[in-house]
């Protein structure tokens, strides 16, 4: 059973980067595309951005294009999520999913997805 976590959450200020990992074990990670969507309080999850099997990227969210990018490393078992000039309203929990497919579909609903990690917290402040 693939179980997936994610790591590198953190308080940062505004303007400022992070970089999110998903790692994968139960499994290997480059058989399937893996998608970042992000929660906050009282809202459902919002798709980031999902690469897949294949490493092409897909945004789901155009609050994030030209800030988010999103890459894999086989070798490692593991997808990242690198965020730059990061603004207050990216605040939330983020987590990474795989419905087990190799391609991204962005119109997807989240019951989709059979895997989730536990998610990691991003705050932004100002």
């Known amino acids: 059973q693939v179980q997936l976590v994610e790591s590198g959450g953190g308080l940062v200020q505004a303007g400022g980067s992070l970089r999110l990992s998903c790692a994968a074990s139960?499994?290997?990670?480059?058989?399937?595309?893996i998608s970042w969507f992000r929660q906050v309080p009282g809202k459902g999850r919002e798709g980031v951005l999902c690469?897949?099997?294949?490493?092409?990227?897909?945004a789901f969210s155009d609050s994030v294009k030209g800030r988010f990018t999103i890459s894999r490393d086989n070798s490692k078992n593991t997808v990242y999520l690198q965020m730059s000039n990061l603004k207050l309203e990216d605040t939330a929990v983020y987590y990474c999913?795989?419905?087990?497919?190799?391609?991204?579909?962005?119109?997807?609903?989240?019951?989709?997805?059979?895997?989730w990690g536990r998610g990691t917290q991003v705050t932004v402040s100002s």
């Open positions: 999913a795989t419905d087990l497919g190799p391609f991204c579909f962005p119109q997807a609903s989240t019951d989709e997805y059979d895997y």
């Open positions: 139960g499994g290997f990670l480059h058989n399937y595309a």
């Open positions: 690469i897949s099997k294949h490493g092409d990227a897909t």
